[in-house]
Each structure stands twice: as structure tokens, then as C-alpha cells.
């Protein structure tokens, strides 16, 4: 018999909203926070939230707040589903009204530009430990439309405490929804953000008509990229072969419900990155973090061809159609070097 968890959702975009819905049939109680009044008004009295999720009636044992201090009123369980711009003001309101501790799962993939940090550190960094006692990231294959359809989706959770990573797995975990553990936090979180990079290649490499060799190539070869820079920041290189790795990567890049695949795909067709998100009405976490990867990519001295390319494009105007040519007249070499490349570090690591 599962024990009901009084849980607060803060962020009640797609992502929010749909494990809203598989923690409320796990016969929890979950609070969704948002700043939108009306938003609030919709979830509590019509059950619909049709903006990000059109056609969902959610469960009506879900409730919806403005107000954090209410969202976070007797909660042991605190999910942080907003952007990765977003993070440090949302920590800094929890840390003004809360004062009891409590458990932390991020669910955002990102990287934040200039400081490096990811999700994780910046938790850690606004919230005292006293107050924050554990911190979970819960990432993975799986798109909100999916997993609010109750199809079936597989997920990682993640934590430097395996008994609050497993409290996690128990909470979220349903028949729709199966929830695997791994110890490696960097990796996971490494995976989860820069797989949004490569499915912003792939989407400007399919909006030029370019095919799936094409895209297969991008996802092969970016996959090697993120296990370079992540095995040189102290990640397993196994976790890029899991759910985290080439599991995202492959449905990010693939599928029409993916917000980088198809902002790429609007940038290939010729549209302007600034009209693309404005169009978009949702957060495209990939442009910040291509600009967060590149920055890492140079201090840590790690090649990522893709992600220059890609920087180019979006912060420096370069054709879309330029910089994949140049990407096929890269100098040749063999592709087992990279694969052995990462053997060696990790095992001098």
C-alpha cells in the first residue's frame, strides 16, 4: 500500500502539469503553483489546463495555487518544474516562506550560462541544507503529451542519497509511469541538457530537407559529444548509453513534440531564431544551454563541433545551411577514437 504524499508542483506548464497527473493517480495529494490567475482558475474549476495540454481533463483531486505559501504548506515533496531561467527566483520565494525541510526533485533540464552550474548546484548554492535536505533530479525519455495520455513512459531519478532517490522512485512510480534509479547525478543531468542542443541540429537539418541519414548522423555524433564533455566533468560514460542519454536524445530528436526539434526546424526553414520564439510560446531550453555547452566546451577543453555550429547559428548569424556543410567537410577521422577517448578518461578518473 503506497503513503499518500502531500506534494507541491511548482510550475504548471506541460511538463508540471502531466506529473501532476501521474502523482494524483498514485493517490497523492498535489498542489500546482502558478503566477497565472486565470491558469489557477482553470485547473481548479474546469480541470483543463488547455494551453500546454488541450484535450486533458486532469484528475479533479488536482488543486492549483498563486500563492507559494500555500502550494508548499504541509509538503515533504517540493518538484521544481519550471524553466532553468527560472530556478533561482522560484528557490528564492521557497526560501522566504518555508521553513520546515524538505526534499527537492528537479525535473527542468538545463545548464545556467556564465556561472556553469547545473540544476543540482543551483539548488544547492540558494537553499541551505538544513532546509533542503535532499536533492532528487527525475529526467528522461518522455514528452508531457505522452505521459498525461498515461502512455507508457520510462524515467530515471537520480541523487547523491539512494534512500531519497528510491523515496522518489516509489512516489512517482505506476503502472504508465516506471521510474529506474542511478547514482551518477553529473551524467543524468549532463544527458538531459545537452540532448535539447542536438535536437535543435536536428530540427534545422530536417527544416533544410536534409533526411534521416542526415539525422542520424547528428544524433550519432552528438551523442559523442555530450559523453566527451560529461565524462570529462566526472559523469559515467554508461549513463549516456541509459534513458538519459541516447533515450532522450532519440525521442528529442525525433518527434514532432519536441519544442528544440521543432524550433531547429523553423530555423532551417529560414525563420529568424527571435521570431521562432516568439512563435513558440513555450520555453526552448536549448538555445541558453547551446550558449551554457559552448562555454563549458572551452573550459574544459573537450571538441564539440556540433555545438559550435549550432552557437554560430543562433548567436552569431551564421546560415543554417553553411554551417551543416562545413560540418560535412570537417577534416576526416576515425570514429573509434572518440569512443576511446572516453574509455581512457574514465578509467584514469
Not at 551554457?292 to 543554417?320: C, I
Request: net charge negative; aromatic share 4%; proline share 3%.
Amino acid at each position: 500500500m503506497r503513503n499518500k504524499e502531500n506534494i507541491a508542483m511548482l510550475g504548471a506548464g506541460s511538463w508540471g502539469t502531466a506529473l501532476a497527473i501521474v502523482l494524483a493517480d498514485n493517490g497523492h495529494e498535489v498542489c500546482l503553483w502558478t503566477k497565472n490567475e486565470n491558469r489557477v482558475e482553470e485547473i481548479n474549476e474546469k480541470h483543463t489546463n488547455l494551453q500546454y495540454l488541450p484535450e486533458i481533463q486532469l484528475p479533479e483531486t488536482i488543486r492549483a495555487s498563486s500563492s507559494i505559501e500555500t502550494a508548499l504548506r504541509g509538503t515533504d515533496l517540493v518538484v521544481l518544474a519550471v524553466p532553468t531561467k527560472a530556478i533561482r527566483e522560484v528557490l528564492q520565494l521557497i526560501k522566504s516562506v518555508r521553513k520546515e525541510p524538505f526534499t527537492a526533485v528537479h525535473v527542468s533540464k538545463g545548464i545556467e550560462p556564465d556561472t556553469l552550474m547545473r540544476i543540482s548546484e543551483m539548488i544547492r548554492e540558494e537553499l541551505p541544507e538544513e532546509l533542503c535536505k535532499d536533492i532528487v533530479v527525475l529526467s528522461g525519455p518522455s514528452h508531457a503529451e505522452e505521459v498525461s495520455l498515461r502512455h507508457p513512459t520510462t524515467v530515471t531519478v537520480s541523487s547523491d542519497n539512494i534512500d531519497a532517490a528510491e523515496k522518489v522512485q516509489d512516489i512517482f512510480m505506476n503502472q504508465h509511469f516506471r521510474v529506474y534509479t542511478n547514482p551518477d547525478v553529473i551524467g543524468v543531468e549532463i544527458g538531459g541538457a545537452l540532448k535539447n542542443i542536438i535536437a535543435l541540429a536536428a530540427g534545422i537539418s530536417d527544416g533544410l530537407g536534409y533526411g534521416d541519414n542526415a539525422k542520424a548522423a547528428l544524433i550519432t555524433r552528438g551523442l559523442a559529444e555530450i559523453a566527451r564533455l560529461g565524462t570529462k566533468m566526472g559523469a559515467d560514460p554508461l549513463t549516456f548509453s541509459g534513458l538519459t542519454g541516447i533515450g532522450d536524445l532519440i525521442v528529442t530528436c525525433t518527434s514532432v513534440h519536441s519544442r528544440n526539434w521543432r524550433a531547429g526546424n523553423m530555423l532551417g526553414k529560414g525563420q529568424k531564431l527571435q521570431d521562432v520564439l516568439d512563435n513558440m510560446g513555450m520555453v526552448v531550453e536549448g538555445v541558453r544551454t547551446t550558449r551554457a555547452a559552448r562555454q563549458l566546451s572551452l573550459k574544459y577543453g573537450v571538441e564539440m563541433p556540433l555545438t559550435e555550429a549550432l552557437y554560430q547559428v543562433l548567436f552569431e548569424g551564421k546560415d543554417p545551411k553553411t554551417a551543416v556543410d562545413e560540418l560535412m567537410a570537417r577534416m576526416k577521422t576515425n570514429e573509434m577514437e572518440s569512443l576511446v577517448d572516453i574509455i581512457d578518461r574514465n578509467q584514469e578518473n
